[in-house]
């Protein structure tokens, strides 16, 4: 038995590994197979070589999340594909750290879409309530890194109402809390479709947040 996977291979069939054992020193084919939990908001951006279009993806199984990255054409191809709630078998998918400023996720690596990947969707039952949480008191927040990543829960003072505009070209909506825990007491900002996602005042709700990330106020 080897935990690892350091075995050699003597097919071409690849590897089924769990999203917590994924990093860029792999040397064997692999792939995974995980539901789309989250599904964020297309959007585009400029560089010195054009414009182009980026979308971004949760994929979660038992071991954890990491987050899916497709560019230009594999952005609208995989758009088309893939469905929140749904579960898929990928291979062929490149690994990169996850840059600090953008990650929505802890893990430390992202995913990206090549124009060899593929993706098959599968019948394999995912049960949520298996996801682990980290859960941090609102006390601890201020000892933590900018930009970790962690899990909440706290009672919603005051909701401040949802804001929109346009940047770069990209619609945003952006809605502020004003959150406490115990004494504890702090912002939280929630972005795009999590800023709509409950279309009433969110004031005396006690709610628990996953994957929120350590920021200065903005």
Not at 54 to 70: F, K, P, R
Not at 144 to 166: A, E, F, P, Q, W
Request: aromatic share 8%; net charge negative; with cysteine.
């Amino acid at each position: 038995m080897n935990s690892n996977h350091n075995i050699l291979h003597t097919n071409d069939e690849p590897t089924l590994i769990t999203i917590a054992e994924v990093n860029n020193n792999i040397t064997y084919r692999w792939k995974i197979q995980a539901a789309v939990t989250c599904e964020y908001s297309k959007r585009t951006f400029m560089n010195t070589h054009g414009s182009g279009e980026v979308s971004n993806w949760d994929l979660t199984d038992q071991s954890g999340s990491i987050t899916l990255v497709a560019f230009n054409l594999n952005s609208h191809l995989m758009s088309n594909k893939l469905e929140k709630d749904k579960v898929y078998e990928f291979t062929n998918l490149s690994v990169r750290p996850a840059p600090n400023v953008y990650k929505t996720l802890p893990h430390d690596y992202q995913l990206v879409c090549n124009n060899a990947t593929r993706i098959e969707e599968i019948s394999l039952a995912f049960n949520y309530q298996q996801i682990a949480n980290n859960f941090i008191h609102l006390n601890q927040v201020n000892d933590l890194l900018l930009n970790s990543i962690i899990d909440v829960r706290v009672h919603v003072i005051r909701d401040y109402g949802i804001s929109t505009g346009i940047h770069n070209d990209n619609e945003w909506a952006r809605r502020d809390l004003h959150v406490s825990q115990d004494e504890t007491h702090l912002g939280v900002t929630l972005w795009n479709n999590q800023a709509r996602l409950i279309n009433h005042n969110m004031a005396g709700l006690d709610i628990q947040f996953k994957n929120v990330k350590i920021s200065w106020f903005d």
